[in-house]
Protein backbone atom coordinates (compact mmCIF):
# COMPACT_ATOMS: atom_id res chain seq x y z
CA UNK A 1 0.00 0.00 0.00
CA UNK A 2 2.49 1.92 1.21
CA UNK A 3 5.07 1.75 -1.82
CA UNK A 4 1.82 1.73 -4.23
CA UNK A 5 1.00 5.37 -3.28
CA UNK A 6 4.53 6.78 -3.38
CA UNK A 7 5.44 5.28 -6.42
CA UNK A 8 1.97 7.27 -7.65
CA UNK A 9 3.03 10.17 -5.82
CA UNK A 10 6.23 10.22 -7.54
CA UNK A 11 4.39 9.58 -10.74
CA UNK A 12 2.19 12.75 -9.77
CA UNK A 13 5.39 15.04 -9.47
CA UNK A 14 6.59 13.78 -12.85
CA UNK A 15 3.81 14.86 -14.49
CA UNK A 16 3.11 18.15 -12.31
CA UNK A 17 7.12 18.91 -13.22
CA UNK A 18 6.50 18.15 -16.58
CA UNK A 19 3.49 20.26 -17.34
CA UNK A 20 5.26 23.58 -15.65
CA UNK A 21 8.50 22.34 -17.90
CA UNK A 22 5.73 22.74 -20.71
CA UNK A 23 3.86 25.65 -19.86
CA UNK A 24 7.23 27.49 -18.90
CA UNK A 25 8.98 27.04 -21.52
CA UNK A 26 5.99 28.08 -24.38
CA UNK A 27 5.81 30.97 -21.68
CA UNK A 28 9.56 32.12 -22.32
CA UNK A 29 9.29 31.39 -26.02
CA UNK A 30 6.05 33.97 -26.67
CA UNK A 31 7.86 36.36 -23.71
CA UNK A 32 11.07 36.08 -26.38
CA UNK A 33 9.13 36.75 -29.55
CA UNK A 34 6.81 39.76 -27.78
CA UNK A 35 10.03 41.29 -26.57
CA UNK A 36 11.39 41.27 -29.89
CA UNK A 37 8.68 42.92 -31.32
CA UNK A 38 8.38 45.37 -28.82
CA UNK A 39 12.37 46.27 -29.50
CA UNK A 40 11.58 46.58 -33.08
CA UNK A 41 8.87 49.23 -32.68
CA UNK A 42 9.97 50.98 -29.77
CA UNK A 43 13.11 52.14 -32.43
CA UNK A 44 10.61 52.32 -35.68
CA UNK A 45 8.63 54.91 -33.32
CA UNK A 46 12.02 56.59 -32.18
CA UNK A 47 13.45 56.63 -35.84
CA UNK A 48 10.28 57.77 -37.69
CA UNK A 49 8.35 59.96 -35.67
CA UNK A 50 9.21 62.82 -37.20
CA UNK A 51 7.68 61.54 -40.27
CA UNK A 52 4.74 59.59 -38.76
CA UNK A 53 0.91 60.57 -39.58
CA UNK A 54 -1.66 59.17 -38.01
CA UNK A 55 -0.09 56.30 -36.17
CA UNK A 56 0.50 56.49 -32.42
CA UNK A 57 3.50 54.36 -30.40
CA UNK A 58 1.36 52.04 -28.20
CA UNK A 59 4.18 50.86 -26.39
CA UNK A 60 4.76 54.34 -24.35
CA UNK A 61 2.49 56.31 -21.15
CA UNK A 62 2.76 59.91 -22.47
CA UNK A 63 3.24 63.01 -20.27
CA UNK A 64 1.88 66.17 -21.45
CA UNK A 65 3.55 69.03 -20.27
CA UNK A 66 1.36 72.55 -18.69
CA UNK A 67 3.34 74.41 -21.24
CA UNK A 68 1.88 72.19 -23.94
CA UNK A 69 -1.71 71.97 -22.76
CA UNK A 70 -1.51 75.87 -22.98
CA UNK A 71 0.00 76.13 -26.52
CA UNK A 72 -3.22 73.23 -27.82
CA UNK A 73 -5.24 75.90 -26.04
CA UNK A 74 -4.52 78.53 -27.55
CA UNK A 75 -4.04 77.28 -30.93
CA UNK A 76 -7.57 75.92 -30.94
CA UNK A 77 -8.75 78.76 -29.89
CA UNK A 78 -7.44 81.21 -32.60
CA UNK A 79 -8.31 78.56 -35.16
CA UNK A 80 -11.88 78.68 -33.84
CA UNK A 81 -11.52 82.50 -34.41
CA UNK A 82 -10.20 82.79 -37.70
CA UNK A 83 -13.04 80.50 -38.92
CA UNK A 84 -15.74 83.04 -37.00
CA UNK A 85 -17.25 79.86 -34.64
CA UNK A 86 -17.26 80.37 -31.27
CA UNK A 87 -16.63 77.64 -28.40
CA UNK A 88 -19.63 75.62 -27.19
CA UNK A 89 -19.16 75.55 -24.12
CA UNK A 90 -22.17 73.69 -23.28
CA UNK A 91 -20.31 70.60 -24.25
CA UNK A 92 -18.31 71.06 -21.11
CA UNK A 93 -18.58 70.40 -17.47
CA UNK A 94 -16.57 71.19 -14.37
CA UNK A 95 -18.04 68.05 -11.69
CA UNK A 96 -18.11 68.17 -7.79
CA UNK A 97 -20.07 65.14 -5.96
CA UNK A 98 -20.60 65.13 -2.06
CA UNK A 99 -21.99 62.55 0.30
CA UNK A 100 -21.03 64.19 2.86
CA UNK A 101 -22.83 67.44 4.25
CA UNK A 102 -19.48 68.76 5.67
CA UNK A 103 -17.89 68.87 1.86
CA UNK A 104 -21.48 70.83 0.43
CA UNK A 105 -19.67 74.04 1.58
CA UNK A 106 -16.51 73.63 -0.90
CA UNK A 107 -18.39 73.09 -3.68
CA UNK A 108 -20.09 76.01 -3.52
CA UNK A 109 -16.50 77.96 -2.95
CA UNK A 110 -15.07 76.04 -6.32
CA UNK A 111 -18.56 76.66 -8.34
CA UNK A 112 -18.79 80.48 -7.00
CA UNK A 113 -14.80 81.34 -7.68
CA UNK A 114 -15.18 79.08 -11.39
CA UNK A 115 -17.95 81.34 -12.46
CA UNK A 116 -17.38 84.87 -11.08
CA UNK A 117 -13.55 85.05 -10.23
CA UNK A 118 -12.31 82.56 -13.01
CA UNK A 119 -14.90 83.13 -15.57
CA UNK A 120 -15.54 79.70 -16.70
CA UNK A 121 -18.46 79.57 -19.09
CA UNK A 122 -18.01 75.32 -19.02
CA UNK A 123 -21.40 73.86 -16.56
CA UNK A 124 -21.25 73.39 -13.37
CA UNK A 125 -22.58 69.99 -12.43
CA UNK A 126 -23.04 68.96 -8.58
CA UNK A 127 -23.83 65.26 -8.14
CA UNK A 128 -25.24 65.55 -4.64
CA UNK A 129 -26.57 62.09 -2.61
CA UNK A 130 -30.61 61.87 -2.19
CA UNK A 131 -29.73 61.10 1.67
CA UNK A 132 -28.12 64.39 2.18
CA UNK A 133 -32.02 65.56 1.92
CA UNK A 134 -33.56 62.60 3.87
CA UNK A 135 -34.87 63.96 7.16
CA UNK A 136 -34.40 60.71 8.28
CA UNK A 137 -31.07 60.10 7.48
CA UNK A 138 -29.66 63.55 7.10
CA UNK A 139 -28.63 65.90 9.83
CA UNK A 140 -29.11 69.96 9.41
CA UNK A 141 -31.38 70.14 6.69
CA UNK A 142 -31.83 73.50 6.88
CA UNK A 143 -28.41 74.61 6.11
CA UNK A 144 -27.80 72.01 3.14
CA UNK A 145 -30.92 73.24 1.28
CA UNK A 146 -29.34 76.95 2.08
CA UNK A 147 -26.06 76.31 0.57
CA UNK A 148 -27.51 74.37 -2.75
CA UNK A 149 -29.77 77.00 -2.71
CA UNK A 150 -26.64 79.54 -3.19
CA UNK A 151 -25.14 76.83 -5.63
CA UNK A 152 -28.21 77.04 -7.93
CA UNK A 153 -28.06 80.51 -7.87
CA UNK A 154 -25.38 81.17 -9.15
CA UNK A 155 -26.45 80.92 -12.41
CA UNK A 156 -30.22 79.31 -13.33
CA UNK A 157 -28.34 77.95 -16.46
CA UNK A 158 -24.54 76.98 -16.04
CA UNK A 159 -25.08 75.25 -12.59
CA UNK A 160 -26.79 71.75 -12.86
CA UNK A 161 -27.44 69.66 -9.25
CA UNK A 162 -28.27 66.10 -10.03
CA UNK A 163 -29.18 63.82 -7.15
CA UNK A 164 -27.66 60.47 -7.12
CA UNK A 165 -28.13 57.21 -5.38
CA UNK A 166 -24.65 56.89 -2.96
CA UNK A 167 -22.81 53.69 -4.05
CA UNK A 168 -21.79 52.24 -0.55
CA UNK A 169 -18.99 49.49 -0.18
CA UNK A 170 -20.64 47.16 2.36
CA UNK A 171 -19.83 46.52 5.98
CA UNK A 172 -17.25 49.38 5.86
CA UNK A 173 -16.88 52.12 8.47
CA UNK A 174 -14.10 53.99 6.82
CA UNK A 175 -14.24 57.53 5.70
CA UNK A 176 -14.35 55.97 2.25
CA UNK A 177 -17.15 54.02 2.55
CA UNK A 178 -18.72 55.87 -0.26
CA UNK A 179 -16.24 57.37 -2.46
CA UNK A 180 -17.16 54.71 -5.19
CA UNK A 181 -19.83 57.22 -5.76
CA UNK A 182 -17.46 58.99 -7.62
CA UNK A 183 -17.40 56.51 -10.54
CA UNK A 184 -20.95 57.93 -11.65
CA UNK A 185 -18.90 60.59 -12.88
CA UNK A 186 -18.54 58.59 -16.31
CA UNK A 187 -21.76 58.00 -16.48
CA UNK A 188 -22.26 62.24 -17.39
CA UNK A 189 -22.61 60.88 -21.44
CA UNK A 190 -24.20 64.81 -21.88
CA UNK A 191 -20.88 66.08 -21.68
CA UNK A 192 -18.41 65.82 -24.37
CA UNK A 193 -15.38 66.24 -21.84
CA UNK A 194 -15.60 66.55 -17.94
CA UNK A 195 -13.42 67.86 -15.67
CA UNK A 196 -13.83 65.93 -12.47
CA UNK A 197 -12.46 67.19 -9.31
CA UNK A 198 -12.68 66.20 -5.55
CA UNK A 199 -13.62 69.71 -3.67
CA UNK A 200 -11.44 69.27 -0.48
CA UNK A 201 -9.15 71.55 -2.27
CA UNK A 202 -8.11 74.95 -3.20
CA UNK A 203 -8.88 75.90 -6.60
CA UNK A 204 -7.02 79.23 -8.11
CA UNK A 205 -7.63 79.36 -11.27
CA UNK A 206 -9.89 77.82 -14.22
CA UNK A 207 -8.73 74.99 -15.30
CA UNK A 208 -10.24 75.47 -19.12
CA UNK A 209 -7.38 74.56 -21.33
CA UNK A 210 -7.75 71.10 -20.33
CA UNK A 211 -11.20 70.32 -21.49
CA UNK A 212 -8.94 70.73 -25.40
CA UNK A 213 -6.88 68.19 -24.75
CA UNK A 214 -6.47 66.11 -27.89
CA UNK A 215 -9.98 64.69 -28.96
CA UNK A 216 -8.52 61.02 -29.04
CA UNK A 217 -7.95 60.78 -24.99
CA UNK A 218 -10.83 59.45 -22.77
CA UNK A 219 -9.03 60.04 -19.63
CA UNK A 220 -6.11 62.15 -18.02
CA UNK A 221 -5.12 62.92 -14.42
CA UNK A 222 -1.70 63.70 -12.83
CA UNK A 223 0.34 60.40 -10.80
CA UNK A 224 0.38 60.24 -7.16
CA UNK A 225 3.98 61.43 -7.23
CA UNK A 226 4.04 61.40 -3.16
CA UNK A 227 4.99 57.61 -3.67
CA UNK A 228 8.30 58.04 -5.49
CA UNK A 229 11.76 58.33 -3.93
CA UNK A 230 14.63 59.85 -4.42
CA UNK A 231 16.47 56.55 -5.75
CA UNK A 232 12.87 56.01 -7.76
CA UNK A 233 13.94 59.27 -9.58
CA UNK A 234 17.23 58.66 -9.85
CA UNK A 235 16.73 55.47 -12.04
CA UNK A 236 13.91 57.37 -14.08
CA UNK A 237 16.24 59.67 -14.99
CA UNK A 238 19.15 57.42 -15.82
CA UNK A 239 16.38 55.13 -17.83
CA UNK A 240 15.74 58.53 -19.97
CA UNK A 241 19.29 59.32 -20.74
CA UNK A 242 20.10 55.63 -21.47
CA UNK A 243 20.15 56.28 -25.19
CA UNK A 244 21.12 60.21 -24.95
CA UNK A 245 22.31 62.45 -22.50
CA UNK A 246 20.20 65.43 -23.56
CA UNK A 247 16.53 63.40 -23.77
CA UNK A 248 16.20 64.79 -20.45
CA UNK A 249 15.81 68.40 -21.37
CA UNK A 250 12.48 68.87 -21.09
CA UNK A 251 13.03 72.13 -23.34
CA UNK A 252 13.90 69.86 -25.97
CA UNK A 253 10.41 68.54 -25.94
CA UNK A 254 8.38 71.43 -25.51
CA UNK A 255 9.95 73.31 -28.37
CA UNK A 256 9.54 70.54 -30.99
CA UNK A 257 5.35 70.30 -29.93
CA UNK A 258 5.23 73.54 -29.51
CA UNK A 259 6.30 73.65 -33.56
CA UNK A 260 4.60 70.89 -34.51
CA UNK A 261 1.45 72.39 -32.85
CA UNK A 262 1.90 75.50 -34.99
CA UNK A 263 2.07 73.12 -37.87
CA UNK A 264 -1.34 71.45 -37.28
CA UNK A 265 0.61 67.81 -36.66
CA UNK A 266 0.32 64.68 -34.74
CA UNK A 267 1.75 65.43 -31.39
CA UNK A 268 1.34 62.51 -29.94
CA UNK A 269 4.79 60.33 -30.61
CA UNK A 270 6.47 63.42 -29.23
CA UNK A 271 5.15 64.07 -25.97
CA UNK A 272 7.64 62.73 -23.22
CA UNK A 273 7.21 58.87 -22.58
CA UNK A 274 6.96 57.97 -18.63
CA UNK A 275 9.72 56.11 -17.71
CA UNK A 276 8.56 52.29 -17.27
CA UNK A 277 10.88 52.43 -14.16
CA UNK A 278 8.05 54.38 -12.68
CA UNK A 279 5.48 51.26 -13.32
CA UNK A 280 7.17 48.16 -14.40
CA UNK A 281 8.82 46.04 -11.60
CA UNK A 282 11.24 44.40 -14.03
CA UNK A 283 13.10 44.72 -17.69
CA UNK A 284 11.24 42.13 -18.95
CA UNK A 285 8.32 44.30 -20.94
CA UNK A 286 6.89 41.30 -22.59
CA UNK A 287 6.25 39.13 -19.01
CA UNK A 288 5.04 42.49 -17.74
CA UNK A 289 2.28 43.41 -20.00
CA UNK A 290 1.57 39.89 -20.11
CA UNK A 291 0.91 39.13 -16.93
CA UNK A 292 -0.93 42.53 -15.82
CA UNK A 293 -3.83 40.94 -17.66
CA UNK A 294 -4.25 37.42 -16.42
CA UNK A 295 -5.35 35.38 -13.78
CA UNK A 296 -3.33 32.40 -14.41
CA UNK A 297 -2.85 29.81 -11.51
CA UNK A 298 -0.35 31.20 -9.07
CA UNK A 299 1.32 27.31 -9.40
CA UNK A 300 2.80 29.20 -12.82
CA UNK A 301 3.44 32.52 -11.75
CA UNK A 302 5.13 31.89 -8.44
CA UNK A 303 8.33 33.67 -9.69
CA UNK A 304 6.43 36.94 -11.22
CA UNK A 305 6.65 39.65 -9.01
CA UNK A 306 3.68 41.08 -7.59
CA UNK A 307 4.87 43.84 -6.57
CA UNK A 308 2.89 47.11 -6.92
CA UNK A 309 3.36 49.77 -9.51
CA UNK A 310 6.01 52.67 -8.01
CA UNK A 311 3.17 55.67 -9.28
CA UNK A 312 -0.73 55.44 -10.71
CA UNK A 313 -3.43 58.00 -11.34
CA UNK A 314 -4.47 59.84 -8.52
CA UNK A 315 -8.15 60.09 -8.41
CA UNK A 316 -8.84 63.91 -7.22
CA UNK A 317 -8.61 65.50 -10.29
CA UNK A 318 -9.84 63.51 -13.67
CA UNK A 319 -10.53 64.73 -17.19
CA UNK A 320 -12.85 61.71 -18.81
CA UNK A 321 -14.68 61.98 -22.10
CA UNK A 322 -17.78 60.20 -20.47
CA UNK A 323 -19.68 57.27 -22.10
CA UNK A 324 -22.19 55.12 -21.81
CA UNK A 325 -19.97 52.19 -23.02
CA UNK A 326 -17.21 52.61 -20.33
CA UNK A 327 -19.95 53.31 -17.62
CA UNK A 328 -21.93 50.17 -18.00
CA UNK A 329 -18.33 47.86 -18.13
CA UNK A 330 -17.10 49.57 -14.90
CA UNK A 331 -20.70 48.90 -13.42
CA UNK A 332 -20.98 45.60 -14.52
CA UNK A 333 -17.35 43.92 -14.26
CA UNK A 334 -15.06 46.36 -12.12
CA UNK A 335 -16.93 47.46 -9.45
CA UNK A 336 -18.06 44.09 -8.29
CA UNK A 337 -14.21 42.85 -7.62
CA UNK A 338 -13.61 45.97 -5.90
CA UNK A 339 -16.60 46.01 -3.42
CA UNK A 340 -15.88 43.17 -2.41
CA UNK A 341 -12.34 43.79 -1.32
CA UNK A 342 -11.52 45.28 1.99
CA UNK A 343 -9.23 48.16 1.61
CA UNK A 344 -9.97 48.90 -2.19
CA UNK A 345 -11.44 52.42 -3.54
CA UNK A 346 -12.02 54.54 -6.68
CA UNK A 347 -8.39 55.18 -6.44
CA UNK A 348 -7.58 51.31 -7.27
CA UNK A 349 -10.73 50.39 -8.82
CA UNK A 350 -9.12 53.59 -11.38
CA UNK A 351 -5.95 51.89 -11.31
CA UNK A 352 -6.39 48.44 -11.22
CA UNK A 353 -9.15 47.96 -13.25
CA UNK A 354 -9.30 50.70 -15.71
CA UNK A 355 -6.59 52.28 -16.04
CA UNK A 356 -3.64 49.73 -14.90
CA UNK A 357 -0.49 51.34 -17.11
CA UNK A 358 0.63 47.66 -17.47
CA UNK A 359 -2.64 46.73 -19.21
CA UNK A 360 -2.97 49.93 -21.13
CA UNK A 361 0.04 48.90 -22.71
CA UNK A 362 -1.37 45.62 -23.63
CA UNK A 363 -3.89 46.32 -25.17
CA UNK A 364 -2.96 49.12 -26.62
CA UNK A 365 -0.15 47.52 -28.91
CA UNK A 366 -2.43 43.90 -29.41
CA UNK A 367 -4.79 46.60 -31.19
CA UNK A 368 -1.69 48.12 -32.39
CA UNK A 369 -0.33 44.83 -33.84
CA UNK A 370 -3.36 43.98 -35.34
CA UNK A 371 -4.56 47.19 -37.21
CA UNK A 372 -1.69 49.53 -37.20
CA UNK A 373 -3.60 52.83 -38.21
CA UNK A 374 -6.95 52.44 -36.35
CA UNK A 375 -5.34 52.44 -33.43
CA UNK A 376 -5.44 55.45 -31.18
CA UNK A 377 -4.14 55.99 -27.71
CA UNK A 378 -7.06 57.11 -24.97
CA UNK A 379 -4.46 58.42 -21.68
CA UNK A 380 -2.36 60.69 -20.56
CA UNK A 381 -0.44 61.42 -17.83
CA UNK A 382 -0.87 65.84 -16.52
CA UNK A 383 1.88 67.63 -14.79
CA UNK A 384 0.79 67.25 -11.33
CA UNK A 385 2.37 70.22 -9.92
CA UNK A 386 -0.32 72.30 -12.09
CA UNK A 387 -3.19 69.67 -11.34
CA UNK A 388 -2.78 67.17 -8.13
CA UNK A 389 -0.67 69.16 -5.55
CA UNK A 390 -1.21 68.03 -2.19
CA UNK A 391 -0.91 71.06 0.74
CA UNK A 392 1.52 68.90 2.52
CA UNK A 393 4.11 69.06 -0.46
CA UNK A 394 4.75 72.58 0.50
CA UNK A 395 6.12 71.85 3.44
CA UNK A 396 8.10 68.86 2.64
CA UNK A 397 11.65 69.69 1.15
CA UNK A 398 11.91 66.44 -0.16
CA UNK A 399 9.25 66.84 -2.67
CA UNK A 400 10.18 70.59 -3.52
CA UNK A 401 12.77 69.05 -6.47
CA UNK A 402 9.86 66.76 -8.07
CA UNK A 403 7.45 70.05 -8.10
CA UNK A 404 9.87 71.95 -10.43
CA UNK A 405 9.89 68.90 -12.67
CA UNK A 406 6.59 67.84 -12.62
CA UNK A 407 7.23 66.09 -15.74
CA UNK A 408 8.62 62.34 -14.58
CA UNK A 409 12.27 61.61 -15.58
CA UNK A 410 12.60 65.12 -17.06
CA UNK A 411 14.05 68.08 -15.74
CA UNK A 412 13.63 71.55 -16.95
CA UNK A 413 17.20 72.46 -18.08
CA UNK A 414 18.82 75.86 -20.10
CA UNK A 415 20.04 75.44 -23.58
CA UNK A 416 23.30 74.26 -21.92
CA UNK A 417 21.77 71.51 -19.79
CA UNK A 418 21.80 73.01 -16.38
CA UNK A 419 18.85 73.20 -14.04
CA UNK A 420 16.84 76.32 -14.49
CA UNK A 421 16.71 78.53 -11.34
CA UNK A 422 12.86 77.73 -10.92
CA UNK A 423 12.39 78.03 -7.49
CA UNK A 424 9.95 76.07 -6.09
CA UNK A 425 7.98 78.72 -4.86
CA UNK A 426 7.02 80.17 -8.79
CA UNK A 427 6.04 76.29 -9.09
CA UNK A 428 3.76 76.51 -6.14
CA UNK A 429 2.50 79.93 -7.41
CA UNK A 430 1.38 78.20 -10.56
CA UNK A 431 -0.41 75.57 -9.32
CA UNK A 432 -3.69 75.70 -9.72
CA UNK A 433 -5.35 72.65 -8.06
CA UNK A 434 -3.82 72.32 -4.42
CA UNK A 435 -5.32 69.05 -2.36
CA UNK A 436 -6.01 69.49 1.28
CA UNK A 437 -3.95 66.51 2.40
CA UNK A 438 -1.76 67.04 5.67
CA UNK A 439 -1.24 63.94 7.81
CA UNK A 440 -2.44 64.08 10.84
CA UNK A 441 -3.77 67.57 10.69
CA UNK A 442 -6.75 66.17 8.59
CA UNK A 443 -9.01 68.54 6.76
CA UNK A 444 -9.51 72.44 7.74
CA UNK A 445 -13.08 72.96 8.33
CA UNK A 446 -12.71 70.83 11.25
CA UNK A 447 -10.82 74.32 12.21
CA UNK A 448 -12.05 77.87 13.24
CA UNK A 449 -9.13 79.85 12.57
CA UNK A 450 -5.62 79.11 11.08
CA UNK A 451 -3.64 79.65 14.40
CA UNK A 452 -5.23 76.34 15.60
CA UNK A 453 -3.30 74.78 13.20
CA UNK A 454 -0.75 77.44 11.51
CA UNK A 455 2.95 76.04 9.97
CA UNK A 456 5.43 77.19 12.24
CA UNK A 457 9.19 76.68 11.37
CA UNK A 458 11.03 75.09 13.67
CA UNK A 459 14.41 77.24 13.78
CA UNK A 460 16.35 74.69 16.05
CA UNK A 461 16.19 71.97 13.34
CA UNK A 462 15.66 74.05 10.08
CA UNK A 463 18.41 73.85 7.50
CA UNK A 464 17.70 77.02 5.66
CA UNK A 465 15.19 79.52 7.68
CA UNK A 466 14.45 81.48 4.70
CA UNK A 467 13.26 78.71 2.93
CA UNK A 468 11.10 76.99 5.32
CA UNK A 469 9.77 80.39 6.32
CA UNK A 470 9.43 80.78 2.82
CA UNK A 471 7.39 77.59 2.74
CA UNK A 472 5.53 77.97 5.87
CA UNK A 473 4.35 81.44 4.54
CA UNK A 474 2.50 79.42 1.73
CA UNK A 475 1.12 76.74 3.08
CA UNK A 476 -0.63 78.97 5.78
CA UNK A 477 -1.99 81.54 3.12
CA UNK A 478 -3.55 78.44 0.80
CA UNK A 479 -5.65 77.31 4.35
CA UNK A 480 -6.00 81.38 5.23
CA UNK A 481 -7.32 81.72 1.25
CA UNK A 482 -9.82 78.66 2.06
CA UNK A 483 -10.79 79.52 5.83
CA UNK A 484 -11.78 83.32 3.75
CA UNK A 485 -13.47 82.10 1.10
CA UNK A 486 -15.91 79.73 3.27
CA UNK A 487 -17.43 82.59 4.76
CA UNK A 488 -19.68 82.65 1.72
CA UNK A 489 -21.38 79.58 3.12
CA UNK A 490 -23.27 80.67 5.91
CA UNK A 491 -26.25 83.19 6.39
C1 LIG B 1 -23.98 73.20 -27.95
O1 LIG B 1 -23.90 71.89 -27.42
C2 LIG B 1 -25.11 71.43 -26.82
C3 LIG B 1 -24.85 70.11 -26.12
O2 LIG B 1 -24.18 69.22 -26.95
C4 LIG B 1 -26.20 71.36 -27.91
O3 LIG B 1 -27.41 70.91 -27.33
C5 LIG B 1 -26.39 72.74 -28.52
O4 LIG B 1 -27.29 72.68 -29.58
C6 LIG B 1 -25.04 73.30 -29.02
N1 LIG B 1 -25.22 74.70 -29.39
C7 LIG B 1 -24.81 75.21 -30.54
C8 LIG B 1 -25.03 76.65 -30.76
O5 LIG B 1 -24.23 74.51 -31.37
C1 LIG C 1 -19.68 54.82 6.54
O1 LIG C 1 -18.76 55.05 7.61
C2 LIG C 1 -19.19 55.98 8.57
C3 LIG C 1 -18.07 56.20 9.56
O2 LIG C 1 -16.94 56.70 8.90
C4 LIG C 1 -20.46 55.48 9.26
O3 LIG C 1 -20.95 56.44 10.18
C5 LIG C 1 -21.51 55.19 8.20
O4 LIG C 1 -22.64 54.59 8.81
C6 LIG C 1 -20.98 54.27 7.11
N1 LIG C 1 -21.99 54.20 6.05
C7 LIG C 1 -22.53 53.05 5.65
C8 LIG C 1 -23.59 53.17 4.62
O5 LIG C 1 -22.15 51.98 6.07
C1 LIG D 1 -26.44 56.64 -16.16
O1 LIG D 1 -26.97 57.58 -17.06
C2 LIG D 1 -28.17 57.16 -17.67
C3 LIG D 1 -28.52 58.20 -18.73
O2 LIG D 1 -28.47 59.49 -18.23
C4 LIG D 1 -29.25 56.99 -16.62
O3 LIG D 1 -30.45 56.56 -17.20
C5 LIG D 1 -28.79 55.97 -15.58
O4 LIG D 1 -29.71 55.87 -14.52
C6 LIG D 1 -27.42 56.35 -15.03
N1 LIG D 1 -26.93 55.28 -14.19
C7 LIG D 1 -26.68 55.42 -12.88
C8 LIG D 1 -26.21 54.22 -12.15
O5 LIG D 1 -26.79 56.49 -12.28
Redesign the pocket.
Known amino acids: MRILSKRRLRFLLTVIFAVSAVVIFVRCVVQFQLNKEIKYYKKYFKDRKDKLEGMYNPLEIKQIPSETIDRLYTDQLSRLEEQGKVV????YAYINYVTDSAYLCNTLIIFDDLKNKFKTEAKLVLLISRDLLDPETSGDIEHIKYQLHKIQSLDENQVVIKYIENIVKPDDYTPWNESLTKLLVFNET???RIIYLDNDALLRNNLDELFFLPHYIRFAAPLTYWFLSEKDMKEAYKEVQHDDKNSINLKTYTKKLDLRIKNNKMIYNHLPSLPNYLFMNSKNVAQEIIHSTSSASPLFNFHINKKASKTKFASNLMVIRPSAELFNSIITEALPKVLSKKTKYDMDLINEEIYNFKKIIYYQFDLFRRMKSRFQPEVLVLPFARYGLLTGSIKNRQHHDLITNDILGYKRLDESGQQLETDVHTSIDDSKYIHFSDYPIGKPWNYASISEFECKVDEKHSKNIEQDTEACDLWNSVYTTYLDNRKICSP
Not at 88 to 91: D, H, I, Q
Open positions: NWSKDYD
